[in-house]
């Protein structure tokens, strides 16, 4: 029997052969939410009152162990029984407990099993002490008792890195005793108490493991690796400070001095940034037309242009398990295109993310590099990634509406190019959408699925299901000029541009970006992915751009030199001969000083609280108007796309989180403040007076939407 008698709703206690059975039962993932803890808490006390059970095995029903607290609980009075002691009590027991763990036994969860006396997992489990990521830490017994058991290094790798690990290093690591074959975490576990019971083993704590010395050095060199990485974000850092304390102190103590740091990173911003993070990542996939409308199978697919972003494109769907038909436009570039894949996924073989083997295997079974549209007939989706030219694009989609079969769908990665009339040159636009990946398309996690006028709702679903297969996260984007992320990434970049003409460095804007937190500040982003992309697009709207726009010159003038970034060694940054990192150019900045004499701009002084204050302004106010008129769902659909495709900073939980952090009046007190010198680029968005003026936030919209 599955179960037995109810101890509370979510844990059932039941004894099989002598064995106590303990059964986490709350759906989706086990969280530990007060109905968890107290179950687990009165069915310890019952095993230990308990004169028929000799052992105890605790295991979660359903598709994993215990994943972690309930997130959802975090930033609420906690209720009790605390976590802590239920797991205190667990490792007091005096007859021994098992953990039997499966899926992903994470955060809380594995802090239970680390309380707990034995540890099996099945080989599929995986475990991880993920805290860091929502901008805490372990804070029920994880940094005191993983260090006892893995020592040191391994622990301060695994907590402060938030990574998960599979089974087989979780048995290096010392974290399980044993990895057991099959799918049944609960048989696992009860086979594993009936060999403990004919072994006569004994309860074991974790906290009675001497941790050993202090390696002193070992956490100071830990502390200065985690704080150049962490960018600004405090969890990591403070993580040490509690896994050392498991050397300083004995074990009580460090549990009080783990709970203390954990009480604080829990008040913090920057955990209220993560978990709104955690969140909205999950919360884009909820779009309109889900449960509308089935997906289309997705099991071949067609790509059309190797380039850059094609050849990304494939690799990510190879490893996604989709078999992959390449089109280019001669034999030369084709073979070109099966280079580039090859050389992608020979990286992956040395980051040891596949093996030679499958490497082999996608090569010679998955993947053709071909010129003939004809191979795509049978295809299921066809993503085009030729040159960004409509003309280029129209001739490409009425080639494969010719060959294509009824049904499939026909999606093209243009950055800013208008959806529709893309859709208009088929004869099928329901079955035509915008699939815009970012570069490396293998790498970077974020997919726009951006629905033209005519999309059909189950086109859409299966971009969703696209992205899930590729690990991706899919936001939802209408069609525009950029759709939501290069929409914003051209009106901020204009604000950082007039900033240049108004007397700021390239230099000094990227260097207060970075410290904001992102990766890199938008000039070296610029020099990155290659000027001259941005100049074609500038060339492309000059016909049509408004006569009120401020235009700044200084990106033009470089590439009129053919300083295209990176790859032609200069840029706004000067890079010397292999280097990734440029050095500031005085060349630039006499450019710079000439544009703003031609003009008669008087140069003046910026600090980077301005700076950060007009870049995130403009950022906030076209992200309003994303979501004014609807071409993105909800303000968090923004957050997802700026925080997984462009660097925003994730303990900030992107721009519309942080605007209602720093309160929409002093932003639009800002706006109003800038509009007086440009009104065409500075008037607030309506959406954002709107709110501002009723004392609204964007985070009441996400929840009404
Ligand atoms: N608390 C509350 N809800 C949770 C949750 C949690 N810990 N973990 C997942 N969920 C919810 C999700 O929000 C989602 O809800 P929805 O269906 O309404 O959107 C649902 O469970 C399913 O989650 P996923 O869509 O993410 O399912 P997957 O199968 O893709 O992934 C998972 C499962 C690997 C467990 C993933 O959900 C995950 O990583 N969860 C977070 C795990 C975590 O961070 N645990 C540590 C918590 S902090 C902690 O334990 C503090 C302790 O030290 C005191
Ligand atoms: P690229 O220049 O690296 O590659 C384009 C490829 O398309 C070339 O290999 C070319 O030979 C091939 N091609 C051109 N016309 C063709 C045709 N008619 N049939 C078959 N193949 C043809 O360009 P990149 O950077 O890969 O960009 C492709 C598309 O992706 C563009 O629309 C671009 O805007 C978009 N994009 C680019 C991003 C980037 O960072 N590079 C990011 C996201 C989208």
Sequence with gaps: MLGGSPVTEPVRYSVED??????VDNPPVNALSQAVRAGLDAAIARFAEDGEARIAVIYGVGRTFIAGADIREFGKPMAEPFLPDVINRIEASEKPVVAALHGTALGGGLEVALGCHYRVILASGRVGLPEVTLGILPGAGGTQRLPRLSGAEAALDLITSGRQVGAQEA??????????????????????????????????????????????????????????????????????????????????DGLVRERSLFTEL???????????????????????????????????????????????????????????????????????????????LNDGVRRGKMSE??????????????????????????????????????????????????????????????????AASTSRPADVIGFHFFSPA??????????????????????????????????????????????????????????????????????????????????????????????????????????????????DRLCERGWF????????????????RGKPDPEVEAIIAAERTEKGIVPRSFDSEEILRRYMAAMINEAAKIVEEGIALRPLDV???????YGFPRWRGGPMHYADKVGLDTILADLRSFAEEDPYFWTPARLLVDLAERGGTFADLNKSA
């Design 18 to 23: 002598g064995i106590a059975l303990i059964a």
């Design 171 to 252: 048995d290096w690591l010392n974290i399980v005793d044993y990895v057991a074959e099959g799918e049944d975490a609960r048989a696992a576990g009860l086979e594993f108490a009936r060999r403990l019971l004919v072994e006569e083993c004994r309860a074991r704590r974790t906290g009675e493991i001497d941790p050993g010395t202090k390696d002193a050095e070992l956490f100071t060199s830990w502390r200065e690796t985690v704080s150049r990485r962490a960018r600004g974000q405090l969890s990591p850092v403070v993580a040490i400070d509690a896994i050392e304390a498991a050397y300083d102190l004995p074990l009580a």
């Design 266 to 344: 829990m008040g913090s911003d920057q955990r209220a940034g993560l978990i709104h993070a955690f969140f909205a990542e999950r919360a884009v996939a909820k779009i309109p037309e889900a449960g509308t409308a089935t997906p289309r199978d997705l099991a071949r697919i067609g790509i059309i242009g190797g380039g850059t972003m094609g050849s990304g494109i494939a690799v990510a769907a190879l490893a996604g398990g989709l078999t992959v038909t390449l089109i280019e436009r001669d034999a030369d570039s084709a073979e070109r295109a099966r280079s580039l894949v090859e050389k992608l």
């Design 357 to 422: 083997a499958r490497r082999d295997a996608l090569l010679a079974d998955a993947f053709a590099a071909v010129t003939d549209y004809e191979a795509l007939a049978s295809a299921d989706l066809v993503i085009e990634a030729v040159f960004e030219d409509m003309a280029v694009k129209k001739e490409v989609f009425a080639r494969l509406d010719a060959v294509c079969r009824p049904g499939a769908i026909l999606a093209t990665n243009t950055s800013y190019l208008d959806v529709d009339e893309i």
């Design 442 to 555: 293998h790498v970077m996690r974020l997919l726009e699925v951006v629905v033209g006028d005519k999309t059909s709702a189950d086109v859409v679903v299966t971009g969703f299901a696209l992205a899930k297969k590729l690990k991706k996260i899919a936001v939802r984007a209408g069609v525009c000029d950029g759709f939501i992320g290069n929409r914003l990434l051209n009106a901020y970049r204009k604000a950082a541009d007039y900033m240049v003409e108004d007397g700021a460095s390239p230099y000094e804007i990227d260097a207060a970006l970075v410290a904001f937190g992102f990766p890199m500040g938008p000039f070296a982003v610029s020099d990155l992915a290659g000027l001259d992309i941005a100049w074609a697009g500038r060339k492309r709207r000059a016909a049509t751009r408004d006569p009120r726009e401020r235009v700044v010159g200084v990106a």
């Design 565 to 580: 970034g990176q790859k032609t060694g200069r840029g706004y940054y000067l890079y010397e001969e292999g280097a990734r």
């Design 639 to 645: 957050d997802v796309t700026m925080l997984s495709g």
